[in-house]
């Protein structure tokens, strides 16, 4: 198992700015997955190019707003970044958040009846589409294609020292725990655990198998609500 990072310094409330001493998980450093991110995204974004119209005019008439939704999250080490996807929720989903109760365990927020979801926001969820500008996030190299999900700054302003090592990876558009109960895992020490084995697992063909797994669980609609 890789170590957590052994000093973590929040300056703000909002945890924008900290310092991290780490040992560096191979992953980050691997060219083949760098290079079978690009790959990925590229593929993607094609994919994103074809389908923006329709989900754009879709996401339009079903409720008033924006066609994306960006929002700050966590990487690698700690480090910020701005995550981009199609809206799937109201307006001002953010606002309304207090009115919602968790249905999850510790520091991830679900409910599989959340009212602020769209009747077109349901539908991209299960299908993952909603996730498709994220392929951007990849080619920029904020984000890979298999990793962990990214967190937000009240998820990491929680974290304890175990909680750290899921961002000893770059955040991914899947990974163990996508491809193992997907929404259904509602238990954040669950995700961690399924975080920390893709850790110990790690090797550049266990991406490809991961990535294979997801196709399989998205088109099956395996753990989506």
């Known amino acids: 198992m890789y170590p957590t990072p052994v000093q973590i310094i929040l300056q703000s409330n909002t945890c924008k700015d900290w310092t991290l001493e780490f040992a560096q998980h191979p992953s980050v450093q691997s060219k083949f997955k760098r290079c079978l991110d690009i790959l990925g995204s590229l593929v993607g974004l094609l994919i994103l190019a074809i389908a923006f119209v329709p989900i754009a005019i879709t996401i339009k008439l079903d409720s008033p707003g924006a066609i994306f939704f960006s929002q700050e999250r966590y990487g690698v080490y700690g480090?910020?970044?701005?995550?981009?996807k199609f809206r799937s929720m109201v307006n001002d989903a953010e606002n309304l958040k207090s009115l919602v109760d968790n249905e999850a365990n510790g520091l991830v927020f679900k409910n599989k009846n959340d009212f602020r979801i769209t009747k077109v926001g349901r539908f991209l969820r299960s299908t993952s589409l909603d996730e498709l500008p994220q392929f951007w996030n990849v080619l920029m190299g904020d984000m890979s294609l298999v990793g962990t999900r990214p967190p937000t700054a009240?998820?990491?302003?929680?974290?304890?020292?175990?909680?750290?090592?899921?961002?000893?990876?770059?955040p991914g558009l899947t990974g163990e725990w996508q491809v193992h109960g997907r929404s259904q895992v509602k238990d954040f020490e669950q995700i961690v655990?399924?975080?920390l084995r893709y850790q110990s697992n790690w090797h550049p063909l266990y991406d490809v198998h991961l990535i294979f797994k997801t196709i399989y669980v998205i088109v099956g609609r395996i753990g989506a609500f």
């Open 193 to 195: 655990e399924l975080d």
């Open 154 to 170: 009240d998820e990491v302003a929680k974290y304890n020292n175990r909680h750290w090592q899921r961002l000893n990876v770059k």
């Open 79 to 84: 480090r910020p970044f701005r995550i981009w």
